[in-house]
């Protein structure tokens, strides 16, 4: 199983950002799809989930989630970009689909990861 993610850059403040997560040798539509960030010196931080979807209180009015079943991958579109976005984002894939939000907040309950994709943003 992989799941490569893809379009971090760097960025204006106020701009916009679209990541693409890339998944192979799973059953795409039998797994939700997480966003985790990880900013220097912080822990990994729950960005939110598709499915429901999901948002983290800093990504609400700001970040949507989509996905393309038949091409296996992910998106998460950012717009509005601020400095505190900075970070390294990470895509994931969790098996089944939850009622539960915590389900979807926890990074030990996801089965895969992808490698990350440097978003930094600039004052």
């Known amino acids: 199983v992989q799941l490569q993610a893809s379009g971090g850059g760097l960025v204006q403040a106020g701009g916009s950002l679209t990541l693409s997560c890339s998944t192979s040798g799973l059953t795409f539509s039998d797994y939700n799809m997480g966003w985790f960030r990880q900013a220097p010196g912080k822990e990994r931080e729950f960005v939110g989930a598709s499915g429901v979807p999901y948002y983290a209180d800093s990504a609400k009015g700001r970040f949507t989630f989509s996905r393309d079943n038949a091409k296996n991958t992910a998106y998460l579109q950012m717009n509005s970009l601020q400095p505190e976005d900075t970070a390294i984002y990470y895509c994931?894939?969790?098996?089944?689909?939850?009622?539960?939000?915590?389900?979807?907040?926890?990074?030990?309950?996801?089965?895969?990861w992808g490698q990350g994709t440097q978003v930094t943003v600039s004052s």
């Open positions: 994931a894939a969790i098996r089944g689909y939850y009622t539960s939000r915590y389900h979807y907040t926890v990074p030990n309950f996801y089965d895969y």
